[in-house]
């Protein structure tokens, strides 16, 4: 694939790369300072072992899950970076760090399958260092089993130390032992650490970390912790630095931006936020997810509609349409509070895009309560969803209840959804169909070198005649077919 590498470092970084350089002791007070200097002791440490190899070291991270873990990636990535490694391509690399997610049982499955090919590269390179991080870390079980069936892992960490990684590492390059640093809290934010950027023209950013909400099915609010807003001033410096580092995309992350603010001394709202990030100059194009559907305000909607950077595109999962399923669900709305939320939207913004989440087979699920699904799937139309077989999630309450649909039952709906979102969907995103669109180009194209992708406002895919010159801006294309969730374009300029 082809992609932009580009690693970013904030002028306070740097110049606490270079106090942390001088200072004889790790300063004690943790933070931004203290990871400096460990990441500034890493760098002579790589160093050394390139000079006994005789070549560079190298890395590479996995990333399993949602955006808030690609993100997560990316800062880890440019910590592996600034310390010296160089990316690899392959898992056969001195430093392999999973990222890794647990929100369905099956991403645990995948998970540990992957770590058992690793032994191969292992044994070829016995000071290999395999590291283990992010969401799945944060369960005790798990950690149990990677303490005594896996052996071979050198780090593992969790999500509320992830800042602490450059120390981390240092111990790990410096130790044979496994080490193990699973914290189960930690409410500070600590900002201004470097990250590598996967494109040099888009890159997300976080708004807020953890989930408050404890839908009962999910185990994001025990493996992220509670809800935590980043303060305005700070991401608008980081949206800034970015605008000027060349991006002009931006997707503003977080489990329920629409809660963005709660908790904060000045309590801001996610409205008034995006209204601050749609002044810095340079970007052009402003996305955010994940948007709950109970926490969506007429503010919101008024924004959307005024802006001229807000992409017409939302992410509303609504999980269910049964609005007796969605109370045991403990989302907050029924299927009539979401329908008449959808309508208000489409109403102040025409054209909008919508995209969901769906869970079949809730614990109690009837075949009527998945009609209604069925039901409010047709209404909205959809132009895309993510559906889901429900997994129950060992310490959630819904793991607990009773009535848990058989394995045929749940499989045999999720098919008759998948099919009907499919359809729609397919339907739905041809509305496009000779349109001009304004399309941000993201890479050439991966099957077809004399063609390029892109994405037009809608979030939508775009291959059309291009070259490598034109990745990262904006131009108008022809959208000539569609074909299904893709269409085939053609520039403007040359569509005559
Ligand atoms: N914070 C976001 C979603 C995070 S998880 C939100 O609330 O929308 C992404 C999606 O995974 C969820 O929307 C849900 O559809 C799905 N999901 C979460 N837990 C699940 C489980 N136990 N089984 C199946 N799907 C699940
Ligand atoms: Fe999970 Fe609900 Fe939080 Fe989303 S809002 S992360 S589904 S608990
Ligand atoms: Fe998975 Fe964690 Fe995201 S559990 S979905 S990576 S927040």
Redesign the pocket.
Known sequence: MEKTKTVYESEEFRQMLQSASAMKEPPEKDGSLRQAWFLHRCRGIVAGREKELGRKLTFLVVTFGCQMNERDSEKLRGILQMAGFVPSQSEDADFVLYNTCTVRENANVRLYGRLGSLRPFLRKNPSMKIALCGCMMQEKDEIERIRRKYGYVSLVFGTHNLYRFPELLCSCLLSDRQIIDVVDKDDSIVENLPAERTYAFKSGVNIMFG?N???TY?I??YVRGRERSRQPEEILREVEHLAEDGVVEIMLLG??VNSYGKGLDHEVSFAQLLREVEKVDKIQRIRFM?S?PKDLSEELIEVMKDSAKICPHLHLPVQSGSSRLLKLMNRHYTKESYLDLVRRLRESIPDLSLSTDLIVGFPGETEEDFLETMDLVRQVEYDSAFTFLYSRRTGTPAASMEDQVDEETAHERFDRLLALVQSIGRKRSSRFEGTVQRVLVEEINRQESGLVTGRTPHNLVVHFPGDESMIGTIVDVLLCEAHGFYYMGKRVADAS
Do not use: I
């Open positions: 989930c909400n404890f839908c999910c994001v609010p489990q329920n994940t709950h």
